[in-house]
T-cell receptor, first 110, second 112 residues
Framework: SQTIHQWPATLVQPVGSPLSLECTVE??????LYWYRQAAGRGLQLLFY??????ISSEVPQNLSASRPQDRQFILSSKKLLLSDSGFYLC?????????FGEGSRLTVL | RKEVEQDPGPFNVPEGATVAFNCTYS??????FFWYRQDCRKEPKLLMS???SGNEDGRFTAQLNRASQYISLLIRDSKLSDSATYLCAVNLAPGTASKLTFGTGTRLQVTL
């Protein structure tokens, strides 16, 4: 069966510091991968998606970037965090039209 | 108008009650529809897909109304464990598999 892992689960970072969130999927090959963010009291916002190694589509202009160095690995990064980057970051993989989420990474920027 | 819109609630219902949520979407060409359940501070989990003919899974029934561009979720015989936020999700742009747009969620609180 397919599983998806995200880490770290929780992190507190100062403004201006870098960020790296990692996501890996097991049990499937060439999945579509997604990064969503859920800010406090708001809905899920699609940030990036990838249909293959090195292929990244950005949905909204922002302070973040994504990379897919391996088939089942998806990384979300920032060089300098802003206060507005705080939120619950969710990686997901797609099977057909369905999405399945990892457990999420909760980021607080102070 | 938001692309996918839900009543945020909260819906406070007694155990055993029937409760229904609606979700409207903006693009009439949308093809795929889903309901997710999200517990507090957890990731959303797929509850059920919504098919044109409607579908039922135990106490849960999902329906699609293309003419009025909304989907619905009906929960019968509510349990305390049904308390959660229910998110609807729509693939607004056919051809972009799994690229879902989510509503902000409807919070359900089931009480004794």
């Amino acid at each position: 069966s397919q599983t998806i892992h995200q880490w770290p689960a929780t992190l507190v970072q100062p403004v201006g510091s870098p960020l790296s969130l990692e996501c890996t999927v097991e049990g499937t090959s060439n999945p579509n991968l997604y990064w969503y963010r859920q800010a406090a009291g708001r809905g899920l916002q699609l940030l990036f998606y990838s249909v293959g190694i090195g292929q990244i589509s950005s949905e909204v202009p922002q302070n973040l970037s994504a990379s897919r160095p391996q088939d089942r690995q998806f990384i979300l990064s920032s060089k300098k965090l802003l206060l507005s980057d705080s939120g619950f970051y969710l990686c997901a993989w797609g099977r057909g039209t369905e999405l399945f989420f990892g457990e999420g990474s909760r980021l607080t920027v102070l | 108008r938001k692309e996918v819109e839900q009543d945020p609630g909260p819906f406070n219902v007694p155990e055993g009650a029937t409760v229904a949520f609606n979700c409207t979407y903006s693009n009439s060409a949308s093809q795929s529809f889903f309901w997710y359940r999200q517990d507090c501070r957890k990731e959303p989990k797929l509850l059920m897909s919504v098919y044109s003919s409607g579908n039922e899974d135990g106490r849960f029934t999902a329906q699609l109304n293309r003419a009025s561009q909304y989907i619905s979720l009906l929960i019968r015989d509510s349990k305390l464990s049904d308390s959660a936020t229910y998110l609807c999700a729509v693939n607004l742009a056919p051809g972009t598999a799994s690229k879902l747009t989510f509503g902000t969620g409807t919070r359900l609180q089931v009480t004794l």
